[in-house]
């Protein structure tokens, strides 16, 4: 079964507006750790932001903030006032942390976002 | 502060050659993680390494594959005989620690087999 669902293969925002990236997750572990990351098209993988599962608030990163709603095990990124520079592949990862050993990064499908002018 | 470094950055090389994928972590970082992209499968951890020791290479496809951490600044992926199905770009990531467990990534290496 997948662990990490990315709905969205494909997404078109209007530059300056907001998008939403969805993610939901699978797990019975009560200590987890949600991240994101974006696949831009020259292929490095950057970080952009992480949420633990017992973290109160959602996390921010400038523009970046993950809507994070434990009961429906959802992780999406919001990305505020989008720029062209923001159109690339986005994935959502889980940490699973099975019994004595490391958490191990299991990732989503990815999502290509479009920004448009 | 230089991020994680992978050598080469293209390889193309004809089936059944051996292949050598070279990756130097953050320094300061002990976990060392080697991943494979493809369209088919996605991004998938091969192996990983704590303190220059492998920890879970279940990931690893087959006898092919090998990994190697000689010490805390470099890791090598081999593959030996290549063969097409290896195509794929192979991603190198560390992180800190097990508290701060966010993985930084290198540039990748794009492996093309003929």
């Known amino acids: 079964a997948q662990k990490i669902t990315q709905t969205q293969p494909g997404m078109f925002v209007q530059e300056k507006e907001a998008v939403t990236l969805d993610c939901t997750y699978d797990?019975?572990?009560?200590?987890?750790?949600l991240f994101w990351y974006k696949q831009p098209s020259s292929g490095e993988m950057i970080f952009l932001i992480y949420?633990?599962?017992?973290?109160?608030q959602n996390a921010t990163e400038g523009r970046y903030s993950l809507n994070f709603q434990k009961a429906r095990k959802s992780a999406n990124l919001v990305i505020s006032a989008s720029q062209l520079g923001d159109s690339a592949m986005y994935f959502c990862?889980?940490?699973?942390?099975?019994?004595?050993?490391?958490?191990?990064?299991?990732f989503g499908a990815g999502t290509r976002l479009a920004v448009h002018p | 502060d230089a991020g994680v470094i992978q050598s080469p950055r293209h390889e193309v090389t004809e089936m059944g050659q051996e292949v050598t994928l070279r990756c130097k972590p953050i320094?300061?970082?002990?976990?060392l993680f080697w991943y494979r992209q493809t369209m088919m499968r996605g991004l998938e951890l091969l192996i990983y390494?704590?303190?220059?020791?492998?920890?879970?290479d279940s990931g690893m496809p087959e006898d092919r594959f090998s990994a190697k951490m000689p010490n805390a600044s470099f890791s090598t992926l081999k593959i030996q005989p290549s063969e097409p199905r290896d195509s794929a770009v192979y991603f190198c990531?560390?992180?800190?620690?097990?508290?701060?467990?966010?993985?930084?990534f290198g540039p990748g290496t794009r492996l093309l087999v003929l």
């Open positions: 990531a560390s992180s800190l620690s097990r508290e701060r467990e966010t993985q930084y």
């Open positions: 797990t019975s572990d009560p200590s987890y750790g």
């Open positions: 949420q633990g599962s017992y973290d109160q």
């Open positions: 990862a889980m940490r699973e942390a099975p019994s004595g050993g490391y958490n191990k990064l299991i």
């Open positions: 320094s300061g970082h002990d976990y």
């Open positions: 390494f704590n303190n220059n020791v492998p920890i879970d």
